[in-house]
């Protein structure tokens, strides 16, 4: 019989520890799915970072993504002064300068699209806040820098950053796209937030920030895994216990993570252990429910050779199934 220890791990009654945890390196790693992987390294959710590499002394929670990163959009350039209907020497004049303000706002705009893609976030920080110095009430120019401070370990200035981007955002009040542009926007720096609170080891903001970013976000698999593996680094990492509710509600994220995406081979697993969680009595004895052993064999199917795997075939050894010896 197993039986599941306060500290989220599970055990064998003759206190022998059975290791299901995972070992996923690169643990709550923020992918920034427009540049690719702003950073690597094997960390807790609630201690990760983008340029530093700090190993659990266990194992490593599960991979968290962060959402795309925004692409600053071109500023259009007034119309052609030289055109008719005429105009007097005051307006040509406005105008052009304000053609001039247009082509250095698209310069600096080419400039940080190149550098988001570069990864180089200073260059980033530097151009978005030149763009909100020319254009403060741009929510999307907040979105970009908070990416930025996100990615250089600047999360106390990103939040407050990230704050007003989203308090503009729900200002807008005109046509149907861009109002769902905005919420889109909004749903992106809330998973900003998200990992910056993570990163403060403030695992129940990042909860309330993702689940928040879950509800505006239009294609929200990846922040339901960014839940599914925040409420596992909570049970297993932070040593937290979760009552019924949130376990329902974690399974829950991971299926909508798997819906989204079938191919998500950790959410598998980590619903597994949920699953496996949710069965514990008052004397932290668990069971393996059907369903449970599905996900850690899909798991094993679609990762044969993931860091998971000995963990996995742990779990399935317990419950009894037949599991081929790894070589």
């Not at 490593?60 to 962060?66: F, G, S």
Request: charged share 25%.
């Amino acid at each position: 019989m197993l039986r599941m220890h306060s500290n989220g791990r599970f055990i064998r009654t003759d206190k022998r520890f059975l290791s299901w945890q995972p070992a996923l390196a690169a643990t709550a790693m923020l992918c920034i799915i427009l540049v690719g992987c702003a950073a690597s390294g094997a960390q807790t959710a609630s201690s990760q970072t983008a340029s530093s590499q700090t190993t659990s002394p266990q194992t490593t929670p599960p991979q968290t993504t962060a959402p795309k990163a925004p692409q600053a959009i071109d500023q259009k350039l007034p119309v052609d002064p030289t055109k008719k209907p005429r105009l007097g020497p005051e307006e040509i004049a406005a105008i052009k300068v304000q053609n001039a303000r247009a082509a250095k706002m698209n310069e600096i705009i080419a400039r940080v699209n190149t550098a988001m893609e570069a990864k180089d976030w200073g260059v980033v920080e530097t151009g978005s806040r030149q763009l909100l110095e020319m254009e403060p009430g741009k929510y999307s120019y907040y979105s970009m820098l908070g990416a930025a401070l996100l990615n250089l370990e600047k999360c106390d200035e990103g939040l407050t950053v990230l704050d007003k981007g989203i308090q503009l955002a729900q200002d807008v009040t005109a046509p149907e796209d861009a109002e769902a542009k905005a919420k889109a926007t909004t749903s992106l720096m809330l998973g900003y937030q998200g990992h910056c609170y993570l990163k403060q080891k403030k695992s129940e903001e990042a909860v309330t920030a993702f689940t928040k970013a879950e509800l505006l976000d239009p294609q929200p698999g990846i922040v339901n895994f960014n839940l599914c593996a925040t409420y596992y680094n909570m049970m297993v990492y932070e040593k937290k216990t979760l009552d019924r509710e949130r376990l329902k509600a974690a399974v829950a994220s991971c299926n909508k993570s798997i819906d989204a995406d079938s191919s998500r081979a950790p959410a598998y697993f980590i619903k597994g252990a949920f699953l496996i969680a949710q069965t514990a009595d008052h004397h932290g004895n668990v069971t393996f429910p059907p369903e449970a052993i599905v996900a850690i064999k899909k798991y094993l199917e679609l990762d044969s050779k993931g860091l998971y795997v000995p963990s996995a075939k742990a779990l399935l050894e317990s419950a009894g199934e037949k599991v081929e010896k790894t070589k």
